[in-house]
């Protein structure tokens, strides 16, 4: 696996927050879960900065490499973190660096790759 890609945003958390999930919308993908850290942390009296992960993505294309390696679900679907450090707005991925024998899993796994980035960049203002 490679390392966790982190880019901090031009907006603010919830500019940021906001625009993840309309380009998730937008994009036609499904959204699984939303998990909102800091509210869990609030709901047992702790406090912690804002913290929030999308997990998301698309089975069709998902499973096409999950066919070839079903341990792969460990790590989809896909998943952004927007989090709060210092006063700035954090963006956070992880692309897939997954091996296999198959064109068709690898060239999945290469889109997936490629669009997870392109949404990362683009809710922080990057395009």
Same mark, same amino acid.
């Given at each position: 696996? /490679?390392?966790?890609?982190?880019?901090?945003?031009?907006?603010?958390?919830?500019? &940021?927050?906001? @625009? %993840?999930?309309?380009?998730?919308?937008?994009?036609?993908?499904?959204?699984?879960?939303?998990?909102?850290?800091?509210?869990?942390? /609030?709901?047992?009296? =702790?406090?912690?900065?804002? *913290?929030?992960?999308?997990?998301?993505?698309?089975?069709?294309?998902?499973?096409?490499?999950?066919?070839?390696?079903?341990? %792969?679900?460990?790590? =989809?679907?896909?998943?952004? =973190?927007?989090?709060?450090?210092?006063?700035? &707005?954090?963006?956070?991925?992880?692309? %897939?660096?997954?091996?296999?024998?198959?064109?068709? @899993?690898?060239?999945?796994?290469?889109?997936?790759?490629?669009?997870?980035?392109?949404?990362?960049?683009? *809710?922080?203002?990057?395009?």
């Amino acid at each position: 696996m /490679e390392e966790y890609v982190d880019i901090v945003s031009r907006y603010t958390f919830d500019e &940021t927050v906001s @625009a %993840l999930d309309r380009i998730i919308r937008d994009r036609n993908l499904i959204r699984f879960a939303v998990f909102d850290h800091r509210m869990n942390a /609030e709901n047992i009296g =702790l406090q912690m900065n804002n *913290c929030i992960v999308f997990v998301f993505g698309n089975p069709a294309i998902g499973t096409i490499m999950m066919q070839r390696d079903p341990s %792969l679900g460990i790590e =989809l679907p896909s998943k952004i =973190l927007i989090y709060e450090l210092d006063h700035k &707005t954090h963006v956070r991925f992880r692309p %897939l660096s997954w091996k296999f024998d198959d064109t068709a @899993a690898t060239e999945a796994m290469n889109k997936l790759n490629s669009v997870v980035e392109a949404i990362a960049r683009e *809710c922080a203002g990057m395009k």
